[in-house]
């Protein structure tokens, strides 16, 4: 009798076939994080162009939420991770080439950065707040005197960070629908329209309102046309690429993908948007959720798909 | 074309909506080879809440089984997505005819909770009758219709029918 040992490297589980590790912690958290940096980026920016007066809901009353969203999204972060008492060593092993390591750092320094220009508008906008303590005060003092120098860091940082939630996926280079560089941008640009749309939902000023409103329209045109580049790039590029983009325009994907984020939640909002410059009633808070849902559910899509495209077979 | 109403909305021409209707049916045929529906998007959510809650329920239900469970997907289905672009066409229609608003619309001899109790009975039993008939006025009668089948004219037949009758029976509600 003949017998046969067959060993195979390809039986890891979670690993192979195809990936699963991530669930809704990491998109919920990209989420989180575009939609933050979106917002910290419109308060940076305004404040630098010297129009804090005027955006009161762009620059003093949406980033109130920030450093909550990031909490929240740090919070998902640390669910997901497998050994969570070691999370620190992401702060104690420097490596250039991880993009953990690079996210963890931003977070590291876009987190204070948000609860500091959150906590020196907490008195404009809640005027009963007290700080209690003197050295509090005294640190309001300076910050409110030195806005503008934390504005600059806190702008720059917000797009590193924007960027950074798609480069978390497209370093993956064993994931063909991930590794892509435009991912970045797209993120990117997608947390800015998100972050506008929370703005839009805060402002009460009609002018801020409409400002903030073409700057979406923008932000929608620029990701419609990312995303057209994203799958042209796939559709040039090898057979692995090639099938992952057939997951979306011809796939388990392309349904969800086409309905929910492609028009409910960029082209309608898009529509929308346009037909209120027009002069048409229209309540805000519809393009604002379509685009916040649209966003988190793109998010999703991607992270899923991602995990099952690959190179092998 | 127009008929503008008091409020400074309007409404368009009932002939023109028709066209419309038939075309957006016969691109539906074209673009997802299935006709329109409305119940069936309801039914499936029904089936794939249900799923969710009781999947004991549903493997043991005749019923709720031809949809849900095992490895269907209730919810990955043509209608529930045409239902969403519904709402979505719905809202665009309402702002370019300046009718954007919330409001129960109602004779004015009846209040609004008579008029919502009764379109929840009428729903009910629309519902309950559209699942016995395998559609309703859009799956069913227009879409069935479409394609010259019978069921769809009788059931077209039907639904006007008692239509008539119930209207007549009901008119205190209305005139």
Redesign the interface.
């Known amino acids: 009798m003949k017998e046969e040992l067959f060993v195979s490297g390809r039986n890891i589980p979670n690993i192979d076939p195809y990936l699963n590790i991530w669930h809704w912690q990491i998109p919920s958290y990209l989420f989180l994080g575009g939609l933050a940096a979106g917002i910290l980026f419109f308060a940076g920016i305004f404040t630098i162009l010297g129009k804090d007066h005027k955006m009161t809901a762009s620059v003093k009353i949406a980033p109130m939420i920030v450093p909550f969203v990031l909490i929240l999204g740090l919070l998902f972060l640390f669910l997901d991770l497998k050994h969570k008492l070691y999370f620190w060593q992401l702060y104690t092993t420097i490596r250039l080439e991880s993009p953990m390591g690079w996210g963890s750092w931003v977070l590291m320094i876009m987190t204070p950065i948000s609860i500091i220009w959150a906590a020196s508008y907490v008195r404009e906008i809640f005027p009963n707040w007290d700080w209690k303590f003197q050295f509090l005060k005294s640190f309001e003092a300076w910050v409110i005197k030195h806005r503008l120098l934390i504005a600059w860091p806190m702008t720059i940082y917000a797009v590193i960070l924007g960027i950074y939630t798609g480069i978390l996926l497209s370093a993956f280079n064993a994931r063909p629908l991930w590794n892509t560089s435009i991912l970045g941008p797209l993120f990117l640009v997608s947390g800015m329209s998100t972050g506008a749309a929370v703005i839009m939902l805060f402002s009460t000023d009609h002018r801020e309102k409409k400002i903030m409103g073409r700057i979406d329209i923008l932000l929608i045109i620029i990701e419609l046309f990312f995303i057209v580049h994203l799958f042209m790039g796939f559709l040039a590029g090898s057979e692995a690429q090639i099938n992952a983009a057939n997951l979306f325009l011809r796939g388990n994907f392309t349904?969800p993908f086409f309905?929910f984020v492609v028009?409910?939640g960029l082209i309608?909002p898009l529509?929308?948007e346009s037909?209120e410059l027009k002069g048409?009633?229209?309540?805000i808070v519809?393009p604002a959720v379509l685009i916040l849902v649209g966003g988190l559910i793109f998010r999703f899509l991607i992270v899923e798909a991602g995990q099952i495209t690959r190179y092998l077979y | 074309m127009n008929k503008i109403k008091k409020d400074g909305s309007t409404y368009l021409n009932p002939y023109f909506g028709g066209v419309i209707l038939g075309t957006v049916l016969l691109l539906s045929f074209y673009i997802s080879g299935r006709g329109l529906g409305a119940s069936g998007a309801v039914k499936n959510s029904v089936a794939a809440t249900v799923n969710l809650v009781a999947p004991k329920h549903v493997a043991q239900s005749a019923y709720y089984s031809q949809f849900a469970g095992g490895d269907k997907r209730p919810m990955s289905n043509w209608l529930v997505y045409e239902v969403l672009g519904v709402l979505a066409g719905a809202f665009l229609s309402g702002i370019i005819f300046n009718r954007l608003k919330l409001k129960v619309e109602h004779s004015p001899k009846i209040s609004s909770r008579r008029r919502l109790l009764f379109t929840l009975a009428g729903g009910l039993i629309f519902g309950f009758g559209a699942q016995l008939a395998r559609g309703c006025t859009s799956g069913a009668a227009l879409s069935g219709m479409a394609v010259l089948s019978l069921g769809g004219y009788i059931t077209m037949i039907a639904i006007f029918g008692t239509a008539f009758i119930a209207a007549w029976v009901l008119r205190k509600n209305w005139i």
């Open positions: 349904a309905a028009i409910l309608f529509l929308l037909m048409f009633k229209i309540p519809i």
